[in-house]
Nanobody
Framework: QVQLIESGGGLVQAGGSLRLSCAAS????????MAWFRQVPGKERELVAA???????YYANSVKGRFTISRDNAKNTMYLQMNSLKPEDTAVYFC???????????????WGQGTQVTVSS
């Protein structure tokens, strides 16, 4: 079992930056893929970025070149550095994890509570 807690959300101006963190506890480690999803009301949850234990990554086309996902396995913590933020990045961001190494899959077993990111124009 893995427990995930996101932090770092907030209000930023368009063009600004924000860094999200996801702290994992319980059963976790390099055998887990960790990911960031986001969701806005009335829309499906979207896979933003994922990273496996070997450092392999996936990014949604909408965030490529702007967001960077990383993880510190020693600290059981994952990060999402969000640069050049746009109003359309506004969403609740969720941390997720699953066993495996594929970063292009969307089925995740463990979820955090979400943190709100709001980008003003």
């Amino acid at each position: 079992q893995v427990q995930l807690i996101e932090s770092g959300g907030g209000l930023v101006q368009a063009g600004g930056s924000l860094r999200l963190s996801c702290a994992a506890s319980g059963r976790s480690g390099s055998s887990y893929v960790m990911a960031w999803f986001r969701q806005v009301p009335g829309k499906e949850r979207e896979l933003v970025a994922a990273i496996n234990g070997g450092g392999g990554t996936y990014y949604a086309n909408s965030v490529k070149g702007r967001f960077t996902i990383s993880r510190d396995n020693a600290k059981n913590t994952m990060y999402l550095q969000m640069n050049s933020l746009k109003p359309e990045d506004t969403a609740v961001y969720f941390c997720a994890a699953r066993l495996g190494y594929r970063v292009d899959l969307v089925a995740y077993a463990y979820w955090g509570q979400g943190t709100q990111v709001t980008v003003s124009s």
